[in-house]
């Protein structure tokens, strides 16, 4: 098996582990992160390295790293330790589910994680570092580029480009042909329509409370019953 150190003592991190240890032939031997950061000399029972120090415990030459960061910073952070880690010598390996569903033709760079459930259509390209949660669509000849993040159940149709940079959260959906570029931030629920501005935000409206009790509104809806 190969062996792998992750980036990160963090959510993002131990989903990694996890995933690593039941779903692929990688054995994930320690964590690593900056000195600074370090709380605990242990995670996920396996020991935590100051990244500082990494190649000279866990070498380059016999050991791979996945930076297993979410969407810090608009995905800089998890950017910046990927060239930081390539820059040491290691290399980054990605992770697919088996539980995605994927065709022959997929193209995926270095330092990629692909949730189960996932749906990755034909003639998709995933570049380099790019995180995709369970679930997401991944609509065919599409194109998400280096150092985006997209969530859960998010929803790219047809011929979408993603410039890097980008997070696009849960349920959003973003239509066919579309543009969204670069450090774009799509916010959950959000329907892009059209290509967005550059390090645009886009959100829906909140909620709407309506002015009546959920009891007097279930009454209305089972009236007659």
């Known amino acids: 098996m190969e062996k792998v150190v992750i980036f990160g003592t963090s959510a993002g991190a131990a989903l990694s582990h ?5 779903d692929s032939p990688h054995e994930v031997v320690a964590f690593t992160v900056d000195r600074s950061y370090i709380k605990e000399e242990q995670f996920c029972g396996l020991p935590v390295i100051p990244f500082e120090e990494i190649e000279s415990i866990y070498p380059p030459h016999d050991h791979k790293m996945l930076v ?4 810090n910073r608009v995905n800089k952070t998890r ?7 390539k820059a040491k010598g290691y290399e980054l390996i990605s992770y697919i589910s088996s539980k995605a569903i994927t065709w022959p033709d997929l193209v995926v760079g270095d330092n990629c994680f692909i949730g189960e459930g996932s749906i990755c259509r034909p003639f998709l390209k995933i570049c ?9 669509f991944l ?4 194109v998400i580029k280096d150092h985006c993040f997209i969530a859960s159940r998010a929803t790219l149709l047809g011929a979408v480009t993603v410039e890097p940079y980008c997070c696009i959260g849960a349920n959003a959906t973003i239509l066919d042909g579309v543009t969204v570029a670069g450090a774009c931030v799509i916010g959950a629920g959000a329907v892009i329509q059209e290509n967005t501005r550059e390090k645009g935000v886009y959100k829906v409206g909140p909620p709407t409370l309506l002015p009546l009790p959920s009891d007097r509104l279930e009454n209305i809806l089972f009236r007659g019953r």
């Open 139 to 142: 609509g065919h000849d599409s």
């Open 128 to 136: 380099n570092d790019v995180m995709i949660m369970a679930g997401a």
């Open 68 to 71: 297993a960061l979410l969407a």
């Open 79 to 85: 950017a910046e330790k990927y060239h930081q880690a």
């Open 18 to 22: 996890f995933c690593l240890t039941h």
